[in-house]
């Protein structure tokens, strides 16, 4: 099964101002994501720096729908204890232009190996690194309806 890792921005996607077809087109396709996720067609993979973002969002509402998200269908939860190890990969990241949030985000999936990190920030999807697929929420799945339907 894939293990995925969805950035923040993925899920606020869905609340995103709609009227654009490709803020439309990518809460779509994040929608979809995590209709796989929740009928177990992927693995999602979770992290304390994500916890951190989602817990600073100020719509509450929209807080507790994400995060009840996670709860519920996260498979592995990359804890702080693990930052030790994610430091250096975070630093090696940062060095290319990639912010702090950003750089842990992809650190914990490439530690946790997983195999797509999925995210619509346009500074990170021009990260270029062989540890882990960085793709957009409609990329992905068209990935994804290329090796499964």
């Known amino acids: 099964m894939l293990k ?8 606020g996607r869905p609340f995103d101002d709609l009227s654009q077809e490709k803020i439309r087109n990518e809460a779509t396709a994040k929608m979809f994501i995590q209709s ?16 951190l ?9 929209i807080k507790e729908h994400i995060l009840h998200f996670l709860d519920d ?4 939860f990359i804890s702080r204890e ?21 750089a842990v985000h992809l650190a914990c999936s490439i530690v946790a190996e997983c195999d797509y990190f999925i995210t619509t920030d346009k500074r ?18 068209n990935i994804w309806r290329e090796q499964y339907d």
Do not use: A, H, Q, W
């Open 53 to 61: 973002e989602i817990n600073e969002n100020p719509f509450e509402n």
């Open 124 to 141: 990170v999807l021009n990260y270029k690194t062989d540890k882990i697929k960085i793709v957009n929420p409609i990329n992905f799945v």
């Open 82 to 102: 693990r930052e030790n190890e994610m430091l250096p990969l975070t630093n090696e990241i940062m060095e290319t232009g990639i912010k702090l949030k950003d």
């Open 36 to 51: 796989l996720i929740k009928y177990k067609s992927l693995s999602l993979y979770s992290s304390y720096m994500l916890s």
């Open 4 to 11: 995925v890792y969805l950035d923040n921005c993925c899920y």
């Open 73 to 76: 269908y996260s498979d592995y």
